[in-house]
């Protein structure tokens, strides 16, 4: 594939891709679990900030938000949604390129479906291709990208969200590569945010880009459709890699299903240590020091050695060993508090805690050595890698949904979401029962 040839690519595989099976059924458990999280973080005080913005704005009733009967349009519940999805840091990751695929995309799909009055099918299909394409554009983008500081749920979500609006309010092939080039001008999100409401809301950001730049283009507004990749493009401009490798197989071959779904409210940065320390039933106060072997890259992002807010807790090593051994559930949302920062026991075993970087190490792998004051050191070890059958993962989501809000409510989600529904109802799902 030649550069000029990237937006090309996208938008054909936007309007004409052959869909698989598998990916699908991905689709709607990933689904399941953002509606679950989202619903979840309703109460956040980033979720009540941009409602009441949502509200104070007010306009065209064309969709609905997460937690509140009030419709809106479409771009503002995109950025609503999007936000109030990754408040709680516990929706999906996709370790191709660090980025949170779910968070960016269905708000926006879910968006542009109420407002065009799309089917269930046509929402999940969007959704699909609107995640499998921020991955691509992830990879092509690079770690350069990543690691200056650009967000990737943010930049590489943008142009996923794009495609996926885009597609669900019919944009033709050079439609949807001028919607690219717009949204190419209107991405943006830092993750100097990370540890504040701005990581959530890069995720909102993402959701609404995409579809402002498919809705303008499909009224007629047109930029430059190569604006992604020329010079002075999003990509030179942006610290991007270039890497069209991450383009191959597009439209053949799906990434989107090796995503991973966290089963810990923290970043999925730590949740390799934590699935290795389940394997530890070594006393806390028998502990001399705990080292944790990581990727380099996850000490800038989830490295926070004295975390003072539950927020900040979410992005740090020492704080969730601390956590794990003294016996909290780091599954549970209310096991993250700014008063469980200053817990002397906490702080006293944190400061045990030993992070160091291991470029042999890949991005879902850790090495833990819990050294006992006896002189013994456990070695343990986890991969996020480890292939999971598709009923074992369907059913730890299931679980997850169940615990966060209900047998009864989780069952009813997914049995809309297994059913297709119209996005309507999925809408009405979001808003807490009578």
Known sequence: MAIAELSEALSDFAISTRFDDNAMEIMRLSMLDWAAVAIAGQNEPVAQILRDQAQDEGGTPEAGLVGATLRVPARMAAMVNGTISHALDYDDTHFAHIGHPSVAVIPAALAIAERVGASGDDVQRAALVGVEASIRVGLWLGRGHYQTGFHQTATAGAFGATLAAGRLLGLDAAQMRSALGLVATRTSGLKSQFGTMGKPFNAGLAASNGVEAAVLTAKGFVSNPSAMEVDQGFGPTHHGAGDLTGFEGLGQEWLFPTVQHKFHACCH??????????????????????????????????????????????????????????????????????????????????????????????????????????????????????????????????????????????????????????????????????
């Open 269 to 434: 940065g730590l949740h390799a240590t934590l699935e290795a320390l389940a394997k530890c039933d070594a006393p806390p106060d028998g502990i001399a020091k705990v080292q944790i072997s990581t990727h380099p890259r996850w000490m800038t992002v989830c490295n926070i050695a004295q975390p003072t807010t539950g927020l900040e807790a979410k992005f740090s090593y020492a704080q969730v060993v601390a956590m794990r051994l003294l016996g909290y559930d780091t599954a549970r949302l209310d096991s993250f508090t700014d008063a469980l920062t200053q817990d002397p026991a906490v702080i006293a075993l944190r400061q045990k805690v030993e992070v160091v970087a291991d470029s042999t190490l890949s991005e879902m792998q850790a090495l833990v050595d819990v050294t006992l004051i006896t002189g013994e050191t456990i070695t343990l070890a986890h991969d996020l890698d480890t292939p999971v059958a598709l009923d074992m993962r369907a059913n730890r989501i299931k679980a997850k949904a169940a615990s966060l809000l209900g047998v009864s409510r989780a069952q009813g989600l997914w049995e809309l979401f297994d059913a297709k529904a119209p996005p309507r109802d999925v809408a009405a799902a979001l808003v807490d029962p009578a």
